[in-house]
């Protein structure tokens, strides 16, 4: 499900509004396990995507969490 959603993301019709860019990097020595990079135009698309019913990704947790663990970083300039 997970790859799914993601790989959906290269139709520009089906990528949440403001998303940029993405990438996945998938843990060799653990199934399952991955880090998802994305770039958004600005912050608020990032956090109305994140606050989202559309956002299929928020199902998916880490170690026992019931979310995945999300940080935001900004660009400084």
Do not use: C, M
């Not at 396990?33 to 019913?53: G, H, I, K, R, T």
């Amino acid at each position: 499900v997970f790859n799914a959603v993601v790989d959906s993301w290269n139709n520009k019709a089906a990528r949440p509004l403001g998303l940029k860019a993405s990438k996945v990097l998938i843990s060799l020595k653990k199934d399952f396990q991955f880090l998802l990079l994305n770039v958004w135009e600005d912050e608020q698309d990032y956090l109305a995507w994140n606050n989202s019913p559309e956002n299929k990704l928020a199902q998916f947790g880490h170690d026992g969490n019931r979310a995945p663990v999300d940080k935001l970083y900004t660009r400084v300039r």
